[in-house]
Antibody, heavy 120, light 107 residues
Framework: QVQLQESGPGLVKPSQTLSLTCTVSGGSIISSVYYWLWFRQPAGKGLEWIGR???????NYNPSFTSRLAISVDTSKNQFSLNLNSVTAADTAVYYC????????????WGHGTLVTVSS | DIQMTQSPSSLSASVGDRVTITCRAS??????LNWYQQKPGKAPMLLIH???SLRSGVPSRFSGSGSGTDFTLTISSLQPEDFATYHC?????????FGPGTKVDIK
């Protein structure tokens, strides 16, 4: 089973861009088994799906984020990334990257999560 | 978007109790329903997929049932390690959506 690890700044200023990277280990990101997803969870609240990327680079975004979201994959580094621009305090959350089993339709494994705070 | 609701939002129970959590979808999602367990400060962990399929390695005291719009997660005999928050999630269509969670704590 693959392992995932998020990395990126823990503090972002309002109106700037939140950028996170997820490094996949224990397997190749070039996979016919998995899509690569991002979720987030504000403190004390429920989970929210942000979007996903395939190893070929095709994307599917939550309409709530489409206008300010980009998710990409770098197969040479076994990584995928999240860029969310024009952030506000409402974007403060723990962000999780994950591997989605395409056929079985569930999250097979999760990163540990990284807290991103939007504040000046 | 498909809205997911859960009840109760929280419950208190004792070790050995039978616990049932309900999840409802705003439209039919067939059996495309997953249950995750989340402990404080940790990522969620899959318990059940496709409404009733127990993930390999998950104790058999966990079970799921339902189809269409109404689903349940049952813990037959609550163990100390089961005190956590439980989330349902529909995988019928995007955007993927979750219920608000049910927190199970110690009575």
């Amino acid at each position: 089973q693959v392992q995932l690890q998020e990395s990126g700044p823990g503090l972002v200023k309002p109106s700037q861009t939140l950028s996170l990277t997820c490094t996949v280990s224990g397997g190749s990101i070039i996979s016919s088994v998995y899509y690569w997803l991002w979720f987030r969870q504000p403190a004390g609240k429920g989970l929210e799906w942000i979007g996903r990327v395939s190893s070929s680079g095709s994307t599917n975004y939550n309409p709530s984020f489409t206008s300010r979201l980009a998710i990409s994959v770098d197969t040479s580094k076994n990584q995928f990334s999240l860029n969310l621009n024009s952030v506000t305090a409402a974007d403060t959350a723990v962000y999780y990257c994950s591997a989605w089993n395409i056929v079985a339709r569930f999250v097979d494994c999760w990163g540990h999560g990284t807290l991103v705070t939007v504040s000046s | 978007d498909i809205q997911m609701t859960q009840s109760p939002s929280s419950l208190s129970a004792s070790v050995g109790d039978r616990v049932t959590i309900t999840c409802r979808a705003s439209q039919s999602i067939s059996s495309y329903l997953n249950w995750y367990q989340q402990k404080p400060g940790k990522a969620p962990m899959l318990l059940i997929h496709a409404a009733s399929s127990l993930r390999s390695g998950v104790p058999s005291r966990f079970s799921g049932s339902g189809s269409g719009t109404d689903f349940t997660l049952t813990i037959s005999s609550l163990q100390p390690e089961d005190f956590a928050t439980y989330h349902c999630q529909q995988s019928y269509t995007t955007p993927l959506t979750f219920g608000p969670g049910t927190k199970v704590d110690i009575k």
